[in-house]
């Protein structure tokens, strides 16, 4: 993405600074309106977050696809290091866990960078989910080998192919639209974000409804809907960045802003599960990477798909 000669990057990349501004005045402000001190120090953290992770994504995003395929691995990296933290694994599990940072991982990224997508999108399923198990059967362990097995699966589906179709979007091309994966993706992640953002507003300031309070007791239906209607709208409003029209981009905005909260939903189900309240502490205000990126995971492969079959040549 060219910011220097494109007039559209030049409209995204001013556009997000403009809504990070806005958000730390808000934050500045935000103490003579709101009461409770926890709230103003979380959203603050968030925006100071906010900050470092949007400008480490644009420079990404401005280098090139290697550069944005690299940081994509090392978020996947970071985030299935925090997943398989959380589960118990033995001694066993060492080469079996060895090959799946080092090795499976990798190469997943690769894949992607040479444009070999037909291996790209069985090569975890298929292949690694195949010769998980096998590993485990020679290490000769058969103590809790289900679940050892699974959940080992489990976390490279999740933290690496699921994350992977986000980069894969750099490689989509639609009629007339030729070339211009980067704005995709910064529609995609601007999006899903935003929702994230506008639900825990929507929260703080309407919500009075949980909607699973077992699983997330900082949901709620105001959050839900709120975070829902006001994607669909910036995805309508940004529409121009991508091959879609108006009422196209509303939709695929309503879908993606969907599927990111029920992956916020089940990744809060694990945690709860394994009784942690973040999967780490790498992001001040968001606890860990698996923390901030867990409504992507569910969103991108759905994103790349419907785009790739529907709009893509």
Not at 100 to 118: D, E, K, S
Request: charged share 10%; net charge positive.
């Amino acid at each position: 993405m060219n910011i220097f000669n494109d007039p559209q990057s030049q409209l995204i990349v001013g556009g997000v600074i403009i809504l990070l501004t806005i958000a730390s005045i808000i934050g500045f402000v935000l103490p003579l309106y709101v009461s409770e001190l926890k709230t103003v120090i979380n959203f603050n953290a968030r925006v100071k977050a906010w900050w470092a992770m949007v400008i480490i994504f644009f420079i990404a995003i401005c280098v090139g696809k290697f550069a944005s395929l690299f940081l994509f691995a090392l978020i996947s990296f970071l985030a299935l290091r925090e997943f398989i933290t959380l589960l118990p694994t033995t001694c066993d599990d060492s080469r079996t866990l060895f090959a799946t940072f080092f090795i499976i991982t990798p190469i997943q990224y690769v894949l992607l960078a040479i444009n070999w997508l037909t291996l790209f999108l069985i090569f975890i399923p298929v292949y690694a989910c195949l010769w998980i198990p096998i590993q485990n059967a020679l290490n000769g362990n058969t103590k809790d080998f289900f679940g050892r097995s699974a959940k080992i699966q489990w976390a490279l589906m999740i933290c690496v192919y699921f994350v992977s179709y986000a980069p894969a979007v750099l490689y989509l091309n639609a009629p007339g639209y030729e070339h211009q994966g980067a704005k995709l993706l910064c529609f995609f992640v601007f999006i899903v974000q935003m929702s994230d953002v506008m639900q825990y507003l929507f929260g703080k300031l309407l919500g009075r409804r949980k909607i699973i309070p077992a699983i997330s007791p900082n949901k709620t239906l105001e959050g839900f809907v709120g975070g829902i209607f006001s994607a669909t709208a910036l995805g309508i409003c940004f529409y121009w960045i991508t091959p879609f029209n108006p009422w196209q981009a509303g939709l695929m905005a309503a879908l993606i802003t969907i599927m990111g909260c029920a992956g916020g939903l089940v990744m809060s189900a694990i945690k709860r599960d394994y009784g942690v309240k973040d999967y780490g502490t790498l992001l001040p205000g968001h606890g860990g990477m698996m923390d901030r990126i867990d409504s992507l995971c569910f969103a991108a492969p759905i994103f790349y798909h419907v785009t790739r079959y529907f709009f893509a040549t």
